[in-house]
């Protein structure tokens, strides 16, 4: 990303969530505006520089028309609204998630993109459609974006997104912790065209 694309207003998309709840508040303590894209903005309760809008990440029209404005979008795939993943059905929803977002940010000049979710079909796409697994790959690769491929806690021992649950102290720091990694990712603009693994050193590899 070039330096002067300065990000002080980022959309958001996969909220109610607790990783959604984690980032907002990331964004809160770097003093940047939010905007909270979800089906029915009045269930976003107002506070300072949050904002909410209605859309559809997995259309492209809408999209382009929610994100308007921002300087960059996260969008959680894992969440529980999206409910997108690497199983059969999880996957078509990552699949057209992410292909509404490269197409929809373009249009409203929107360059960086961070994407929250299962990416394990980088790494095992047998059980898949080979044929929008193949898709997603090369529209990724030729996607004129400042994206990254960001991996959700719970796929490496260190991350707790799935025990983040039942009072544990220690696993809703790490998920802050994560939650101020991604938010610093985005700002500087590091790991773009990559997939990465975010511990307590994030880790960047290329991908697709």
């Given at each position: ?6 990000i ?9 969530d607790?990783?959604t709840?984690?980032?907002?508040e990331?964004m809160?303590?770097k ?8 089906d ?6 107002a506070?300072?520089?949050l904002s ?6 997995f259309?492209a029209?809408?999209?382009a ?9 996260i ?9 997108a993943g ?8 990552t699949?057209?998630a ?8 373009p ?5 960086r993109?961070?994407l929250?979710g299962d990416?394990?079909w ?7 459609p ?8 090369h529209?990724?690769h030729k996607s ?5 491929l960001v ?7 260190s ?9 544990d102290?220690?696993a809703i ?13 985005c ?18 590899e290329?991908?697709p």
């Amino acid at each position: 990303m070039s330096e002067t694309n300065v990000i002080e207003k980022i959309a958001l998309y996969g909220a109610p969530d607790r990783m959604t709840d984690a980032l907002l508040e990331a964004m809160a303590s770097k003093g940047l505006q939010a905007i909270v894209i979800v089906d029915d903005p009045t269930d976003i309760a107002a506070r300072p520089k949050l904002s909410a809008k209605s859309g559809n990440p997995f259309d492209a029209a809408s999209v382009a028309r929610s994100v308007a404005g921002a300087d960059a979008v996260i969008a959680v795939l894992s969440s529980r609204q999206l409910r997108a993943g690497c199983d059969s059905n999880g996957f078509e929803r990552t699949y057209d998630a992410i292909i509404a977002l490269l197409e929809g940010l373009p249009s409203a000049r929107v360059q960086r993109l961070l994407l929250i979710g299962d990416h394990s079909w980088l790494d095992d796409a047998a059980h898949l459609p080979g044929e929008k697994v193949e898709h997603l790959q090369h529209s990724l690769h030729k996607s004129p974006l400042a994206w990254t491929l960001v991996d959700v806690p719970g796929h490496r021992p260190s991350d707790s997104q799935g025990t983040a649950r039942d009072g544990d102290h220690t696993a809703i720091i790490t998920l802050q912790r994560y939650a101020c990694s991604v938010i610093d990712q985005c700002l500087l603009g590091t790991s773009v065209n990559q997939r990465l693994h975010v511990d307590a050193r994030p880790q960047a590899e290329e991908a697709p």
